[in-house]
């Protein structure tokens, strides 16, 4: 089965320096994948999308990569601040065709510290 | 404009009652799916609308649990005889179009708690 997995482990830096987050993915081939933003008691938050066909993506301080052999998407975030921290969770297609349904990972919380 | 907006916040309810939770969608947005989220998990696929297409219901955990939608307008979701294990976060998103790759917003989500 599909299965997905974000490292578990709350990621505790320091501020100004550069936060990577791991997303791993096992039995198939997603067409996208999508990176959200949770903070407590909220709703999660759009940050980027990257397609299969791409290698890297960046927004602001942010920066995707998506590597198909290896499965895995990286998710960086430069110059870290305090207000960064949150839980960041990746998604991807289910690969059930073009209805966008997502598989979200567990997330992984990032503490950012002054 | 606003953003989707879920009803209640928060719901306490008794082991075998029913509750109804409600997601409206912001104006226009013609998918909208629900999510569960339990505490310190990912997000659970539960259902999704598309426009007046049959909704996918794919991944609602039991015959308790249903789901409305009006037109592209509001979406009930419907748990009966609740258990336990239905305590969750359950949270309502809305997509523009029928394009994949269009992002999904969120609401605040409904703290469900079952006694």
């Known amino acids: 089965s599909q299965k997905i997995e974000q490292n578990s482990e709350a990621l505790n830096i320091q501020e100004g320096k550069t936060a990577t987050l791991t997303c791993n993915y096992t039995n198939y081939s997603p067409a996208y994948l999508q990176w959200y933003r949770q903070d407590p008691g909220r709703g999660p938050v759009f940050l980027l999308l990257i397609r299969e066909n791409e290698k890297e993506k960046r927004k602001e301080r942010l920066k995707v990569t998506f590597d198909t052999t290896l499965k895995q998407s990286l998710f960086h975030i430069t110059a870290s601040q305090p207000a960064d921290s949150a839980t960041y969770l990746c998604?991807?297609?289910?690969?059930?065709?073009?209805?966008?349904?997502?598989?979200f990972g567990q997330g992984t919380t990032l503490q950012v510290k002054p | 404009g606003a953003g989707v907006s879920q009803s209640p916040s928060n719901k306490v309810t008794e082991k075998g009652k029913d509750v109804e939770l409600r997601c409206d969608p912001i104006s226009g947005h013609t998918a909208l799916y629900w999510y569960r989220q339990r505490l310190g998990q990912g997000l659970e696929f539960l259902i999704y609308f598309q426009g007046n297409s049959a909704p996918d219901k794919s991944g609602l955990p039991s015959d308790r649990f249903s789901a409305e939608r009006t037109g592209e307008s509001v979406s009930t979701l419907t748990i009966q005889r609740t258990q336990q294990e239905d305590s969750a976060v359950y949270l309502c998103?809305?997509?523009?179009?029928?394009?994949?790759?269009?992002?999904?917003?969120f609401g605040p989500g409904t703290r469900l708690t079952v006694l």
């Open positions: 998604a991807l297609d289910d690969g059930s065709g073009n209805t966008g349904k997502l598989i």
């Open positions: 998103a809305s997509k523009e179009g029928v394009g994949a790759y269009n992002e999904q917003f």
